[in-house]
């Protein structure tokens, strides 16, 4: 890989480290400063900003210079970031922390909405590599920003991690000025050799629609992994840190076995796409009536293999199929819709919890999604016949 493909990635590794260690940092002192009630109301809001946001731009989003809006959206958030800082200096308000918490989530879809136009650019021979590679970086980098916020949070004030974030983006956004000409030039090349800007919706449908099942299929784990790691596990909080890892070291060797064995070929690519959302749903199943820690392990280590099985061929089928010019517009479309379902989906299954026992929600709602997805591929089968 030449050295423009290194400088993007190292770009995109910082920002996630500085993302993942941010959000921990930021719901573990909304949690501890306010109620749980507080918390969840500012959860439900992220979700509805982030609908909001990504509905907003979906038509827009393309009419902009990608790398132009890109580096703004790192200006924005490093502005952003500082300001929070300031006030937390003055007031040391919660209020501060979550206006932050919704700013920062605009700023992420906007920018999960283009970045797929970055990929593309570097040319079709790497879109399954490059997919790989960065689905390692974002794994391995997210679980380190995790425990990076975690260990942070519990010895300094929150305003150190802020400012760590800080320092990321604008090293982030020096190596992205470094190659913005690069960028540019590449995504001239490859639009002008795409013949049109429209694409059918039935490919975006269709990935949308795989894609909620797949949410459906894994919201147990989602939204109810600590609770039921207490019940049927113990309470050494040890073991989520572990189910993290697990989780890491599946999806490491998972990206790095589709790198090279994965060839840009939609139909394979569709194959995987559908069995890994499957056996997503599969596993899920199974914990429901497992009560075994390391069954428990073995199944967390494939489900990250899964997770990251499932994430490349999506990027794979949308960046394959759908024209450079409206990435964007499919991309935040996919994260709308999406979106609104995991909402649904999470408050379903953490109200329940209240009424049910947990084994019966790690059973139900994989099997719902299940269901989802084979009734929608005999479907659609019947309708192409």
């Known amino acids: 890989m030449n050295t423009n493909i290194m400088i993007y990635m190292i770009s995109y590794a910082l920002i996630i480290l500085g993302n993942s260690a941010t959000f921990v940092a930021v719901y573990w002192t909304i949690g501890e400063k306010s109620t749980y009630s507080i918390l969840a109301l500012v959860v439900s809001v992220v979700f509805f900003i982030r609908f909001i946001t990504s509905r907003i731009i979906t038509n827009k989003i393309d009419k902009f210079n990608h790398v132009k809006l890109y580096r703004n959206l790192f200006v924005i958030r490093i502005i952003t970031l500082a300001t929070a800082l300031l006030l937390l200096n003055l007031m040391h308000d919660i209020l501060v922390i979550c206006v932050l918490t919704i700013i920062l989530n605009c700023l992420d879809v906007v920018s999960g909405s283009i970045s797929p136009k970055f990929v593309k650019s570097f040319g079709e021979a790497l879109i399954v590599k490059m997919n790989s590679y960065l689905s390692i970086i974002e794994k391995v980098l997210y679980v380190l920003g995790m425990i990076l916020g975690s260990v942070l949070i519990a010895r300094v004030d929150i305003n150190v991690i802020i400012y760590i974030e800080i320092v990321m983006y604008i090293i982030s956004l020096v190596l992205i000025i ?201 479907l659609r089968r019947k309708n192409e016949v």
Do not use: W
């Open 178 to 378: 470094s190659i913005s000409k690069v960028l540019s030039e590449n995504y001239e090349k490859v639009s002008g050799e795409e013949s049109a800007s429209k694409y059918d919706i039935a490919i975006v449908n269709y990935i949308l629609v795989i894609a909620i099942a797949a949410n459906v299929m894994i919201t147990p784990y989602t939204t109810l992994i600590i609770p039921y790691i207490r019940e049927r596990l113990g309470v050494n909080p040890d073991i989520f840190t572990a189910t993290e890892i697990f989780m890491m070291f599946g999806g490491i060797l998972s990206g790095v076995l589709i790198s090279k064995y994965v060839t840009l070929d939609s139909r394979k690519s569709d194959k995987l796409f559908i069995f890994s959302a499957l056996l997503q749903g599969f596993l899920i199943t199974g914990l429901s009536f497992n009560s075994n820690i390391i069954i428990y392990f073995v199944f967390m280590f494939v489900l990250g293999a899964c997770i990251t099985s499932f994430n490349i061929p999506l990027s794979i089928i949308l960046q394959n199929n759908i024209p450079i010019k409206s990435i964007g517009k499919a991309k935040s479309h996919i994260i709308s819709i999406s979106t609104v379902f995991s909402a649904l989906s999470y408050l379903i299954s953490s109200a329940s919890i209240n009424y049910v026992d947990i084994s019966l929600i790690y059973f139900v709602f994989p099997i719902i999604g299940i269901m989802m997805l084979i009734v929608y591929k005999f």
